[in-house]
Nanobody
């Protein structure tokens, strides 16, 4: 059973930064795709970023490109989401998720592909 635990959420002002962490109970090998998703109240869950291939492949939603950076530390079995220049519209519950298949540019944001999910961490950005 794969377990994921997010941390690092909080409240910041617009323009601020946060780093989210996703600690996995398994070894993050090159065969595992890890994604970050978010869901705001009344909105559908959306893919934010994903990483695959020991960090060699990274994918981002257009809305966060240039502001967010996904990375991983295999020694710590942890994936990070560095979020800079935060905007009020970034406010949401953020979840990390993983599955044991390849991440593709056309599939990484499809949440139904991910079998394991964390409990989420709340990010609130005030204007």
């Amino acid at each position: 059973q794969v377990q994921l635990a997010e941390s690092g959420g909080g409240s910041v002002e617009a323009g601020g930064s946060l780093t989210l962490s996703c600690a996995a109970s398994i070894y993050i090998s090159s065969m595992i795709c890890v994604g970050w998703f978010r869901q705001a109240p009344g909105k559908e869950r959306e893919g934010v970023a994903a990483i695959y291939g020991s960090g060699g492949l990274k994918y981002y939603a257009d809305s966060v490109k240039g502001r967010f950076t996904i990375s991983q530390d295999n020694a710590k079995n942890t994936v990070y989401l560095q979020m800079n220049s935060l905007k009020p519209e970034d406010s949401a519950m953020y979840y990390c998720a993983t599955h044991t298949y390849a991440c593709g540019s056309g599939s990484w944001s499809e949440d139904w592909r991910y079998a394991y999910w964390g409990q989420g961490t709340q990010v609130t950005v005030s204007s």
